[in-house]
């Protein structure tokens, strides 16, 4: 499975921004899709996850009300609405892939299920 992202660039602070991702090679119904971002020295972080019918998702706390991940009717593409940005919203923003299992469900914030990870596509919220 290969991940392509798209859709980042500068944004100011409590504007909106949309990420895309479309996913290609073996695809299945059976794998989730979601973000993690990263700034340089830090971890990667766990921003949103979910099923491929939608009706599963997860949110880090810090995203919750403003970040809404979504699929297309294919399933193939991710996206993740961004409202309300943040300065510390900045960071390169990452798509990934899984398969969806029980383990998933219970560590979806690690990175763990995530098999398969885009390039990164880098977001920046000016202040």
């Known amino acids: 499975v290969q991940l392509q992202a798209s859709g980042g660039g500068l944004v100011q602070a409590g504007g909106s921004l949309r990420l895309s991702c479309v996913a290609s090679g073996r695809t299945s119904s059976r794998y989730v899709m979601g973000w993690f971002r990263q700034t340089p020295g830090k971890e990667r972080e766990f921003v949103a996850a979910g099923s491929r019918s939608g009706r599963i998702t997860y949110y880090a706390g810090s995203v919750k009300g403003r970040f809404t991940i979504s699929r297309d009717n294919a399933g193939n593409t991710v996206y993740l609405q961004m409202s309300s940005l943040k300065p510390e919203d900045t960071a390169v923003y990452f798509c990934?892939?899984?398969?969806?299992?029980?383990?998933?469900?219970?560590?979806?914030?690690?990175?763990?299920?995530?098999?398969?990870w885009g390039q990164g596509t880098l977001v920046t919220v000016s202040s």
């Open positions: 990934v892939s899984g398969l969806h299992t029980s383990d998933w469900q219970s560590y979806y914030s690690s990175i763990a299920p995530y098999d398969y």
